[in-house]
């Protein structure tokens, strides 16, 4: 008699008995749903698993589709490996693909074919993946020893994908087959090409721009926003690398088994400081400035760069004077309320407007002010009795969320302003074909930083994550583009580092909460990395905000 296993089945409520070994994605055509967008990955016993997965035991299922975060990172997965395997049909022997930065709402893709990229060459791609699509090829997925993962792709010590899973040490290796085009992936992948119902390609500069569906609306492509000095800051980092010799997980984690950290570090500092100084200078040469605006998303590390430009500011003769945007919060009860009714102190209403611009127009026509201060205890603004004077060689320097937002400072001429952009942006890649997301190392920060700081769990982070995210992507990233300079606050090594106090806090999710699919899944991708020792770190780093032991800290 066939064995039968036990699962319960969120998405119906319902308890149903499936023959064991059986695939997830044969237990959804027991369920009788109809998922428009899915199903593309299901949540098992709060892990997240492809529908390649098989049941072996009992289990709790959740079927997620793309508008789940890791339903479109599958989705995403898959367009990828699409894209890849036309790329190789088209453009072989010479063709070399690299899957590299989100930007304008896709990823731009640098297509290496012997020759600078054409329009046609675009349009062709985009026609033979669509080919590849309609012909509904299953995705399979296989597991065999890294030695013979390695010889598959030609063992080659310059390969990004063999230097990767020689550095890793795991006797096994999961690859994906697509018609004969084998490749390896970070994570799960769809179970046929049938499944992208979706996609776009553009010329993007040298390059590409794959666009995806929106999460918010799955039936349309993500809007394409030119994001010109996102972009240029993105192709900055990439020279650093180049001075680093190091791309990918792969470069990094050989450099950390030579014992190079220490260079890499001293290298990786100093390149970002000389940044800090540029904009300095830039500001210096911007003469008339009177305020330095700095915003930037949630972990980013916005307070030390705010701290680190003054000090290079102080070095060109300019003497900051910082301003919180905290203590200009309106009293609790004048705050707007979202959606659910709570109060949305993430709102630019939140603040008190009026009361700032009229105090930054009495400063700069050289009127003294009594500066306001926010109890928080109480949600009450009080006058705080420090008062201030701007001297002539003196500039304010503003931290916060909507420093870049034309309404906080709507009644200061543009010719006193500079607005600088910090963000935490990774460009460091797993291997060509699995880039880093950005948000990915936020979250890690963030995470050392609530727990250390604040007594903040890492379950209780990971929860608040989609709701700081739907923040910035309303307060923070639509104003990015007006920034005077943009300063990458990601370091080549950083995930090297935090790894060692990240990893506990994950650990400490506990499996029976769905924070735990999202903490396992970090976990993983913090096990791809080698340690660095948290000591090589200089007090200045502004890695130091998160990991602790800064000299800026007050």
């Not at 997980?249 to 030579?258: A, H, M, Q, T, Y």
């Not at 890499?264 to 000389?274: F, R, S, T, Y």
Request: aromatic share 10%; net charge neutral; hydrophobic share 35%.
């Amino acid at each position: 008699m066939e064995e039968k296993k036990n699962i319960r089945c969120i998405n119906t409520g319902k308890l149903m008995q499936v023959p064991m070994g059986c695939t997830l994605e044969e237990v959804y055509q027991m369920t009788g749903l109809k998922m428009e967008y899915g199903p593309i990955v299901a949540r098992v016993n709060n892990k997240m698993e492809g529908m390649h997965f098989r049941l072996f035991n009992d289990k709790e299922v959740e079927f997620l589709d793309i508008t789940a975060s890791s339903g479109l990172r599958c989705y995403t997965r898959t367009v990828f490996f699409v894209l890849c395997k036309a790329a190789h049909e088209l453009f072989d022997p010479q063709c070399k693909v690299t899957i590299d930065i989100p930007v304008s709402n896709g990823y731009y893709v640098d297509l290496q074919i012997g020759r600078p990229v054409t329009l046609d060459d675009v349009g062709l791609l985009r026609r033979k993946m669509q080919e590849i699509i309609d012909r509904h090829l299953p995705v399979h997925r296989y597991e065999t020893t890294t030695e013979d993962a390695i010889k598959m792709w030609g063992g080659e010590a310059t390969n990004s994908k063999v230097k990767l899973l020689r550095s890793l040490g795991a006797l096994y290796t999961t690859y994906y087959d697509l018609d004969g085009y084998r490749d390896y992936y970070y994570g799960s992948m769809l179970t046929n090409t049938s499944q992208i119902y979706l996609f776009g390609l553009e010329k993007y500069y040298d390059g590409l721009l794959l666009r995806l569906p929106s999460p918010n609306c799955p039936s349309e492509l993500g809007e394409m926003i030119m994001q010109d000095k996102m972009f240029a800051i993105f192709k900055e980092h990439h020279r650093w690398q180049d001075i680093l010799g190091l791309r990918t997980i792969g470069d990094l984690n050989e450099v950390i088994s030579k014992g190079y950290s220490s260079q890499l570090i001293l290298i990786g500092e100093a390149l970002q400081e000389k940044k800090i100084s540029q904009i300095a200078d830039d500001i210096k040469r911007h003469q008339g400035v009177r305020l330095v605006l700095i915003a930037g998303p949630s972990s980013s590390g916005k307070t030390t760069t705010c701290k680190r430009l003054s000090v290079q500011l102080a070095v060109n003769g300019i003497k900051p004077v910082p301003i919180s945007l905290d203590d200009y919060f309106l009293d609790r009860e004048k705050t707007p309320r979202d959606e659910k009714g709570d109060y949305d102190f993430e709102h630019i209403h939140a603040l008190n407007l009026p009361l700032l611009n009229e105090q930054l127009t009495a400063l700069f026509n050289g009127e003294e002010v009594e500066l306001p201060r926010y109890d928080f205890p109480t949600g009450k603004s009080l006058m705080s009795g420090r008062r201030l004077r701007l001297g002539k060689d003196q500039v304010l320097v503003v931290e916060g969320i909507h420093a870049l937002n034309p309404e906080l400072t709507a009644q200061i001429p543009e010719e006193l302003k500079y607005r600088v952009y910090a963000s935490a942006l990774t460009t460091i890649l797993l291997d060509n074909h699995n880039y880093v997301p950005t948000t990915d190392n936020r979250l890690l920060r963030r995470i050392i930083r609530d727990h250390k700081y604040r007594g903040v769990s890492a379950q209780e982070t990971i929860r608040r994550w989609a709701s700081v995210r739907k923040g910035e992507n309303r307060w923070i990233f639509p104003y990015q583009e007006n920034a005077d300079a943009m300063f990458n606050t990601a370091m080549l090594f950083e995930l090297a580092v935090i790894k060692r106090q990240a990893e506990p806090l994950l650990e400490q999710v506990p499996e029976n909460c769905l924070e735990y699919a999202e903490a396992y899944r970090l976990r993983k991708f913090l096990g791809y990395i080698r340690p660095i020792a948290e000591d090589q770190i200089p007090p200045t780093s502004l890695l130091r905000e998160f990991l602790g032991g800064s000299t800026f800290e007050n």
